[in-house]
């Protein structure tokens, strides 16, 4: 987790660390290529971002979360793949 102040270049600080594991690889040091998906947890509801349990169907609904983790779970490259939130954080999203 990144904290700080606003406009205090944490997104530049991942971006930059994933770009030089890249180059570290690319010049056989023996890293790995890093793949960012990055939300932001404020731009939804809740249970769009982790899902939800409808009370009328009583069916369970993946959020976006639970997707990005199974698309980077089956992705069969050696890759890195981080998933971030990207956005303020407080207690409850």
């Not at 404020?42 to 997707?67: M, N, R």
């Amino acid at each position: 987790m990144l904290v700080g102040y606003s406009y205090g270049a944490k997104t530049e600080c991942y971006r930059v660390l994933a770009a030089a594991l890249g180059d570290m690889k690319a010049h056989g040091e023996g890293e790995q290529i890093t793949h960012c998906i990055c939300l932001n947890p404020k731009s939804i509801y809740i249970g769009q971002l982790y899902g939800q349990f409808d009370p009328i169907s009583h069916e369970w609904s993946d959020g976006i979360l639970a997707k990005a983790f199974r698309n980077a779970a089956i992705d069969q490259l050696p890759d890195r793949k981080w998933i971030l939130f990207d956005g303020p954080v407080d207690a409850v999203t």
